[in-house]
């Protein structure tokens, strides 16, 4: 079994839509909980960044962490179709961030 | 403008061939990373540095080889040992203070063995 478990997709909405993607994990020691976007043939690059349980939000996104389900979701309102492309949850246990462990990515399709 | 470079884009192989990536930070991060990534797979860790002449092996080391001479470079040697070794390559970098730190990604270079 992954230590993290995330469904590859791909997930295709039309545009305006509410887009939730999700993690679970097994390692109760994560703390840190991140989620990248990445497009096509591009590195990934930081979306949100949750420490602990709880709720964050940045404009269109949302994210959450349940430590005590050991599952952490991201929420996109009004998704539109520069949001195409592959997200990544990735967590550590570490305090400075080192030794990410990275779920499989979803692909995520918006259409307009 | 402060970032990460990866050097070639592209680059193929022939089997038997050692060949070296490059990754070049000018953020002053200490730490510096190597990931490899396959289709429906994510981003698995190869080695990790977190200062200058130090270095540790990920959770897929075998068949890779790396040094960190200077603390804005960090080259990744993929070796004949590694059985399959097509892949995208992903080099980060990240500051090493206390709490959280940001990791921090280069455009990668994609990988092929003819």
């Known amino acids: 079994q992954k230590e993290v478990e995330q469904d590859p997709g791909p997930l295709s909405v039309p545009e305006g839509a509410i887009v939730s993607l999700n993690c679970t994990y097994s390692n109760s020691a994560f703390q840190y909980f991140m989620w990248y976007r990445q497009y096509s043939r591009k590195g990934p690059e930081l979306l949100m960044y949750t420490y602990s349980s709880g709720n964050k939000e940045d404009g269109r996104f949302t994210a959450q962490v349940d430590k005590s389900s050991k599952y952490i979701s991201l929420f996109i309102r009004d998704s539109q179709p520069s949001d195409s492309a592959t997200y990544l949850c990735?967590?550590?246990?570490?305090?400075?961030?080192?030794?990410?462990?990275f779920g499989a990515g979803t692909i995520l399709r918006v259409k307009s | 403008d402060g970032g990460i470079t990866q050097s070639p884009k592209y680059l193929f192989r022939k089997e038997g061939q050692n060949v070296t990536l490059s990754c070049e930070q000018n953020?002053?991060?200490?730490?510096m990373y190597w990931y490899r990534q396959d289709p429906g797979q994510g981003l698995r860790l190869i080695y990790y540095?977190?200062?200058?002449?130090?270095?540790q092996k990920g959770d897929i080391a075998e068949g890779y080889s790396v040094s960190r001479e200077k603390k804005e470079s960090f080259p990744l040697t993929v070796t004949s040992a590694q059985k399959n070794p097509t892949a995208f390559y992903l080099c980060?970098?990240?500051?090493?203070?206390?709490?959280?730190?940001?990791?921090?990604f280069g455009p990668g270079t994609r990988l092929t063995v003819l």
């Open positions: 540095s977190q200062i200058v002449n130090d270095f």
């Open positions: 953020l002053n991060h200490d730490a």
């Open positions: 990735a967590m550590s246990a570490s305090r400075d961030g080192n030794k990410l462990v």
């Open positions: 980060a970098s990240s500051r090493r203070d206390r709490g959280y730190n940001e990791q921090f």
